[in-house]
């Protein structure tokens, strides 16, 4: 949650609380834990109810709905008849992608004014036409 945030920034916020609440800090501090103690005590009840309801036991990331029907609704057998289809058209659209990637990276190399030119390459021979003597 705190991950981009550096070490002023959360001096700052701890100073700003502590202006802002002064002497009752540890106070609020303390009601905040206690909240969030309360907040998970309530989510495992709810998951525990779910799973004897349910007869099945289930974690609170089970409930997110793609996870709960994967698990719980389809066997492995649905889930690769349903992935099937998609997943060739999914490996054409990644190697797709893939190529334009790499075409706008070169597009960029070539374009950026601060690379230096690349050596020269000799043009590529023109395609050789076949003579008269050898169609026949």
Do not use: C
Request: charged share 30%.
């Amino acid at each position: 949650m705190f991950e981009n945030l550096n070490v002023w920034e959360v001096g700052a916020l701890l100073l700003l609380a502590l202006l802002i609440f002064g002497d009752r800090l540890p106070a609020v501090i303390g009601d905040g834990l206690r909240m969030v103690r309360n907040l998970r005590t309530m989510a495992r009840n709810a998951t525990t109810d779910l799973s004897k309801e349910l007869g099945t036991d289930i974690q609170l990331e089970d409930l997110h709905p793609k996870a709960f029907i994967r698990k719980h609704l389809l066997s492995e057998e649905d889930e690769q008849a349903i992935r099937k289809p998609l997943q060739g058209m999914y490996d054409d659209l990644r190697t797709d992608v893939t190529k334009v990637q790499k075409d706008i990276k070169n597009v960029a190399t070539a374009a950026d004014p601060r690379t230096p030119d690349p050596t020269p390459v000799a043009p590529a021979p023109a395609p050789r036409t076949a003579g008269y003597d050898e169609v026949t």
